[in-house]
C-alpha cells in the first residue's frame, strides 16, 4: 500500500480560512488533531509494515498464523477463518492460496467427513511465528517506551472515546442520504 503523507499541512489558521470560506461550523483544532492523528497512524503503519516485511508476512498472513497456532489440533475452517478476520470467503480463500504457496499453511481433510476441509499451521508457519513475535512484541513496547502507566491508560481511554465516536460518521451519512 503506498502511504501519501502530505508536508504542505494546512495549520489551525488555514483551516478557519477553508471553513469560513465554506460556510463550515468546525473546530480547527478537531480538524488539526484528526490530521496529525492520522499522520501518526501512517507513519507508524510503514514501519509496521516493513517489519512484518522482513519476515515475509502481512497483517493479515500473522493475524490467520495466531488463530491456527492458538486454535483447537492448530487448525480451523476456512469459514472460521473469514469469520475471525472480518472478511469475505472469496477474500480468505485468495489469502490462503497465498500462504499454502509460501508453506506456512495446508489443507487437512476431516477425519470423519472427507469433504470438509480444515487449513492447518504448518511447522514453516510455526517456525516463521515464533521468530517473528518477539520483534513485534519489542517493537510495540519500544512505541511505547517513553509513555509512563498513567499515560498508558489515558491514551487507552482517549483511543475507546475516538472509537466512540466515529460512529457519529455513520449518523452523519445517514441524514445525509436521507436528505437526497
Do not use: H
Not at 509496521?48 to 491456527?68: A, G, H, P
Not at 477425519?111 to 516463521?128: A, F, H, M, N, S
Not at 483511543?159 to 465516536?165: D, M, S
Request: aromatic share 12%.
Amino acid at each position: 500500500m503506498n502511504y501519501y503523507n502530505f508536508v504542505d499541512r494546512p495549520s489551525k489558521q488555514r483551516i478557519k480560512e477553508i471553513a469560513d470560506e465554506f460556510n463550515l461550523t468546525v473546530e480547527p483544532d478537531s480538524v488539526d488533531l484528526y490530521l496529525k492523528f492520522q499522520l501518526i497512524y501512517r507513519e507508524i503503519e510503514k514501519e509496521y509494515n516493513l517489519l512484518f516485511e522482513k519476515f515475509n508476512l502481512s497483517e493479515s498472513r500473522f493475524t490467520i498464523l495466531m488463530f491456527l497456532f492458538y486454535a483447537k489440533n492448530k487448525q480451523l475452517l476456512p469459514s472460521e477463518i473469514a469469520n475471525k478476520l472480518g472478511v469475505a470467503r472469496p477474500t480468505i480463500s485468495k489469502m490462503l492460496k497465498g500462504m499454502r504457496e509460501q508453506g506456512l499453511v495446508e489443507r487437512q481433510a476431516a477425519l470423519d467427513d472427507k469433504r470438509v476441509t480444515y487449513i492447518q499451521i504448518t511447522t514453516k508457519g510455526e517456525g516463521i511465528l515464533k521468530t517473528f513475535l518477539p520483534y513485534n512484541y519489542q517493537a510495540v513496547s519500544l512505541l511505547f517506551e517513553d509513555f509512563s502507566t498513567v499515560e498508558k491508560e489515558q491514551f487507552n481511554f482517549l483511543l475507546v472515546k475516538l472509537l466512540k465516536g466515529k460512529d457519529k460518521f455513520k449518523k452523519m451519512e445517514e441524514k445525509s442520504n436521507a436528505k437526497r
